[in-house]
């Protein structure tokens, strides 16, 4: 099976501008979540999404938001970018179910802003 | 308030010796522990896993043991390769949650020749 992609895997933007991210998870996994990792920081939680609905949603601003499709992947918009937002942002997919499940990771898409 | 927390930011063994990474939690709700392990720009790879109903797991080189009254769980990995050095990250889940992982800051583990 392939495993979970994400595009792009480097993207540099300015202060002010937003932007968009892509992953697509592997295949029969119908969650997908994202997570923030900045230089010296664990992976902070940013949000899930099963079955085209934000299940789960961590502390980040507003201007933080994603969406899922129909096929199970996923986009994380990131509006009026800040210096603070460079980060390597990684995606994260499993079945979904309620139980206990291993997420799988993407190799990331590191943003920085300038 | 950091629910997962990995006090120990580097750790250096030598090859062919044991590693222990340890990591410590406050959630009592939390049921489902992982690791990972992290190259430099890549994204973090599934380790090894345990349920809180047990309290050890083993994977080849790979062992994790869960006291869960301490809430505390660690791994071992014997004998160590320099090919595992690299940083390691814990974390938890819960079984209601199983999207969100709550994560630990990591561990940089560096094995010498």
């Known amino acids: 099976k392939a495993g979970v992609t994400q595009t792009p895997r480097y993207l540099i933007k300015t202060r002010g501008q937003q932007v968009t991210l892509s992953c697509s998870p592997i295949s029969g996994h119908r969650s997908v979540s994202w997570y923030q990792q900045t230089p010296g920081q664990g992976l902070q939680f940013l949000f899930e999404y099963f079955s085209e609905t934000q299940r789960n949603k961590g502390n980040f601003p507003g201007r933080f938001s994603g969406r899922q499709f129909s096929n199970s992947r996923s986009e994380m918009n990131v509006s009026t970018l800040e210096l603070g937002d460079s980060a390597l942002y990684l995606c994260?997919?499993?079945?979904?179910?309620?139980?206990?499940?291993?997420?799988?990771f993407g190799p990331g898409t590191r943003l920085l802003v300038l | 308030d950091q629910q997962v927390k990995q006090n120990s930011p580097s750790l250096s063994v030598q090859e062919g010796r044991i590693s222990i990474l340890n990591c410590d939690y406050t959630n009592s709700m939390f049921d489902y522990f992982l690791w990972y392990k992290k190259y430099p720009a890549e994204g973090p790879t599934f380790l090894i896993s345990i349920s809180s109903i047990k309290d050890k797991n083993e994977d080849g080189r790979f062992t994790v043991f869960l006291n869960k009254s301490a809430k505390h769980l660690s791994l071992h990995i014997v004998p160590s390769q320099p090919g595992d050095s690299a940083v390691y990250f814990c974390?938890?889940?819960?079984?209601?949650?199983?999207?969100?992982?709550?994560f630990g800051d990591g561990t940089t583990l560096t094995v010498k020749p």
């Open positions: 974390a938890a889940s819960r079984n209601t949650n199983a999207g969100k992982s709550t």
């Open positions: 994260a997919s499993s079945l979904g179910g309620r139980g206990q499940e291993t997420q799988y």
